[in-house]
């Protein structure tokens, strides 16, 4: 048989079969990785939604002010309670509502807020249509290391309703509030949440203002795991910095599980 070189060294023929199929399975592996993920994106989209507000004597008449991902038995939806933080204009008959669908004329659906959580920076909103759950996981915790992704509105409506989907490793499990550095920077508020403190999800992945309320969800079960939150938990965790950062955070989806159980009894 015929024999080959490599850096020099004789390579017997069948040494570049067993090379062949290496590189294969590598390619391969990375193929169907890759092909899955499409996969549950595809299947996550129509369960994320846009929330903002609508006035028909407005122009443009659509605000969008963050996102959504439908839970429950499909009239649910969840977000982060900033995003509905908002004060209609009766006036102008200005509606708190949900964009279903992608591009630049989604369908809109008037939305009314059934639940809000300050703690956790949570709101549930209600719809009259039934849309596609998103499933809630039961895990206690995730790890450090793990890889997940979120799927929202980074750039709102700018561009048209276009879902952008990230992909992040879980790079610390970190409580909300850290301790200050002086007695002077303590408040009754945050001397509260040290003792008890809320440790969140801190991601190797940028989510920006719009990407509020996106699900955090693994890739292989697309099951929900945080809720990504950029306002929040940032201007807690970060009022130390004159400047905030660029990491990213999710409040863990337990507490969800329990706003929505208690509206539902679930």
Do not use: C
């Amino acid at each position: 048989m015929k024999n080959g070189m490599i850096d020099g060294r004789v390579v017997h023929r069948s040494s570049w079969a067993w090379l062949g199929l290496i590189l294969m399975a590598g390619f391969g592996s990375g193929y169907a990785e890759a092909s899955e993920l499409a996969d549950t994106v595809s299947a996550v989209k129509p369960s994320i939604v846009g929330i903002g507000t609508y006035s028909p004597s407005r122009r443009p008449p659509s605000r969008l002010s963050g996102t959504g991902f439908v839970v429950g038995d499909g009239h649910y939806i969840a977000t982060n309670a900033h995003v509905v933080d908002i004060e209609l204009d009766d006036r102008k008959k200005e509606q708190l509502v949900v964009f279903v669908g992608t591009g630049n004329n989604p369908r809109v659906i008037p939305a009314t807020i059934v639940a809000s959580e300050g703690q956790h920076d949570l709101a549930l909103l209600k719809v009259s249509d039934s849309l596609p759950a998103m499933r809630l996981s039961n895990r206690k915790t995730v790890r450090e290391g793990e890889n997940y992704v979120f799927t929202g509105f980074p750039l709102g409506a700018v561009l048209g309703l276009y879902p952008v989907t990230h992909r992040g490793m879980i790079s610390s499990i970190t409580p909300m509030v850290i301790p200050a550095r002086s007695s002077g920077q303590l408040s009754a508020q945050k001397i509260r949440q040290l003792r008890q403190p809320l440790m969140v999800y801190q991601l190797d992945a940028t989510a920006y203002p719009g990407n509020s309320g996106s699900p955090l969800y693994d890739p292989d079960d697309r099951s929900v795991v945080g809720i990504i939150n950029g306002v929040y938990v940032k201007s807690t965790k970060e009022d130390v910095l004159s400047d905030p950062s660029g990491i990213s955070y999710a409040i863990p989806v337990r507490y969800l599980r329990e706003l929505l159980s208690s509206l539902t009894g679930g």
